[in-house]
């Protein structure tokens, strides 16, 4: 992704997260909702917006309902940016928090395993050397 289409991306980012923060009436937009990152075309046109949603069970009607208003979504970001015309909206669930919090847990759990054997073999070398003489 070149300079100007990072900084594009931030700006409409920006942009988006002021105009949800601001609510809607549609009862499908509910739940804590995180714009995660805009993935740009090269040409501009199209944007399409990772979202975040808590409680998960809330994440795909709450995207169909940003996707329902994102002509009103859309008309609202080119009040807000500096650019000719903003491009079209694609909101998608954003499922890396989900990935990254399993990996996590993995290695947590690997974690707790090793230690539990670093202990076995701690305790199997005191009550070997405790029959050796010294």
């Known amino acids: ?16 997260r002021n105009i949800v923060l601001r609510g809607f009436h549609d ?4 739940g804590l909702i995180t ?6 075309s090269p040409d501009f ?6 979202v975040s949603v808590l409680p998960d069970e809330q994440a795909e009607l709450t995207v169909h309902g940003l996707q329902a208003a994102q002509r ?27 990935k990254e ?14 230690e539990q054997v670093v202990k076995e073999e701690k305790k199997g070398e005191q009550g070997a050397g405790n029959g050796e003489p010294g």
């Open 27 to 30: 009862p499908r937009i509910a």
């Open 45 to 50: 046109k199209q944007a399409t917006v990772m």
């Open 101 to 114: 919090a399993a990996v996590l847990r993995a290695l947590q759990k690997v974690a707790i395993e090793r």
């Open 72 to 98: 009103h979504i859309r008309h609202e970001l080119g009040n807000k940016i500096e650019h000719r015309s903003p491009p079209t909206l694609t909101f998608r669930v954003d499922t890396t928090g989900k």
């Open 35 to 40: 714009l995660t990152s805009v993935k740009l």
């Open 1 to 16: 992704m070149s300079h100007k289409s990072e900084q594009y991306a931030a700006v409409l980012l920006d942009a988006l």
